[in-house]
């Protein structure tokens, strides 16, 4: 039982660690910047999947559905991952992504 007391301690004591760091100014601006990069390049992968949708689509006689669903699925994946950012965001600084 004192491992799982240790564990845990040690567990939300780095939370605790994590989440005062980020309010040091230069740690709190480099963690932003990454949180939106991985943001932006979420996005940009969801831009490129749907090009690949209407490409597909316009090919007519070599449609190929199977490409169309796997590119939806990846914009799924993606719009959960940019969810996951967002909530990240607001739990390491209590304010919403701009």
């Known amino acids: 039982m004192a491992e799982q007391e240790c564990f845990f301690d040690d567990f939300f004591g780095a939370a605790k660690q994590v989440l005062e760091a980020a309010k040091k100014p230069q740690i709190k601006k480099g963690m932003q910047r990454k949180l939106q990069s991985a943001y932006d390049d979420a996005e940009n992968k ?12 316009l090919k007519f006689k070599e449609y190929d559905v199977m490409v169309v669903l796997q590119s939806q699925r990846t914009i799924e994946m993606l719009n959960l991952m940019q969810e996951k950012i967002r909530k990240e965001y607001l739990f390491l600084f209590g304010e919403e992504m701009k």
Request: proline share 0%.
């Open 46 to 57: 969801k831009i490129d999947e749907e090009s690949k949708i209407e490409q597909e689509r």
